[in-house]
């Protein structure tokens, strides 16, 4: 298991360029699958069905391309651990250009094929993505925080879409899970920052959070320890802190360990 996280990642923008492109690879051969029937289920986001969650899919990952087209700002005004808090600011604005797009292409396969090719073009023309900041409106970023951000809602919209149509199975790309794991875990460490709590997310995180006493070595006092996809749906509002403890996939320990006043961090 990894030591405790001190300091923000640095996240290797070749890696994530390929977890992005992997993830949604594993969603667009999902959404071949989809029929009718299917893309007429309900979801646990709202009204949204499964189609029009599949379209808001397509349309995070083609933002990517829209923010490269744009002339690239003088520097990044938004860090990639504020994106968690800042995404309630865009929620309007988002659930209706999903709502556009489900409407304009009936036909999700072919807007797929257009996105993830556009997409792989546009990321193969950037020579340094750590240092090309990219125009969100109204925020900039980094082009790699940016694409870190994709792989968030990557995953947790699959998670989305496996509970929405359990016999699709979407596999999990590792390094995106990993991905999204940690930012996750390291942005609960920045909203209740100390010691006196140890977050353990194996095999991919451990975070220290927190105020109060700091453990310096040995069994720390207070101890929460989950599997990733329990994490996510934690920190995203998918599943509470009370049900989580009730069907064992979370243990806690220690009077400090009790994090439903933190969560979830984003939705």
């Not at 023309?125 to 980094?142: G, S």
């Not at 329990?230 to 243990?251: E, M, Y």
């Amino acid at each position: 298991m990894p030591p405790a996280t001190k300091r923000p990642r640095a996240y290797d923008p070749a890696k994530t360029r390929t977890a992005v492109l992997a993830q949604f690879g594993q969603v667009r051969d999902a959404v071949r699958e989809l029929d009718d029937e299917r893309l007429a289920r309900p979801t646990r986001l709202g009204d949204w069905t499964v189609r029009e969650l599949a379209a808001h899919l397509a349309l995070t990952v083609a933002a990517t391309g829209r923010a490269l087209a744009r002339e690239a700002p003088a520097k990044a005004d938004i860090a990639l651990l504020d994106y968690p808090a800042a995404t309630v600011l865009f929620a309007e604005s988002v659930a209706d250009g999903t709502r556009r797009l489900a409407a304009a292409h009936p036909d999700l396969t072919a807007l797929y094929a257009t996105t993830g090719d556009d997409l792989a073009a546009r990321l193969a023309e950037v020579a340094h993505p750590q240092t090309r900041i990219v125009d969100l409106r109204p925020a900039a970023m980094t082009l790699t925080d940016f694409l870190v951000t994709r792989v968030i809602e990557l995953v947790v919209h699959t998670d989305d879409l496996n509970a929405a149509v359990p016999e699709l199975a979407i596999p999990y790309d590792r390094q995106a899970l990993a991905i999204c794991t940690r930012v996750l875990a390291d942005t609960l460490a920045a909203k209740a920052p100390g010691g006196a709590t140890e977050v353990r997310i194996p095999p991919f995180a451990v975070v220290q959070c927190v105020e109060g006493p700091r453990h310096t070595r040995g069994t720390p006092p207070n101890v929460v320890e989950t599997d990733p996809l329990t994490w996510i749906r934690l920190a995203t509002g998918r599943l509470t802190w009370p049900d989580a403890l009730a069907d064992a996939k979370v243990s806690a320990s220690g009077e400090r360990a009790d994090l439903s006043a933190l969560l979830p961090l984003m939705r």
